[in-house]
């Protein structure tokens, strides 16, 4: 079956920077697209950034510029870098295998100010 593990994230101040794992399992990596989404407390989960099978990338505005998706074929494995981070970056980040239901578990991104 599909898994998905999210790994990296973390307490750090505003300005500072976390790079996101997501680990994957039982799916053909290389030609799968994948997204990052992200939930803050009391609030919908929200898309980020998405990378499709030929690295072509797409980010919510609020990111762009700050935040990069990328992807390792040979480990099965997607990342999120992100740089000049800001208290409201604060939430939980999932990986998702895009247009499936497949999701990580979440790892908690806290930004203090």
């Known amino acids: 079956q599909v898994q998905l593990v999210e790994s990296g994230g973390g307490l750090v101040q505003a300005g500072g920077s976390l790079r996101l794992s997501c680990a994957a399992s039982?799916?053909?990596?290389?030609?799968?697209?994948f997204a990052w989404y992200r939930q803050a407390p009391g609030e919908q989960r929200e898309w980020v950034a998405t990378?499709?099978?030929?690295?072509?990338?797409n980010y919510h505005d609020s990111v762009k510029g700050r935040f990069t998706i990328s992807r390792d074929n040979a480990k099965n494995t997607l990342y999120l870098q992100m740089n000049s981070l800001k208290p409201g970056d604060t939430a939980a980040y999932y990986c998702?295998?895009?247009?499936?239901?497949?999701w990580g578990q979440g790892t908690q991104v806290t930004v203090s100010s």
């Open positions: 998702r295998v895009f247009g499936a239901n497949y």
């Open positions: 039982g799916i053909t990596f290389s030609i799968s697209p």
């Open positions: 990378i499709d099978s030929s690295d072509n990338t």
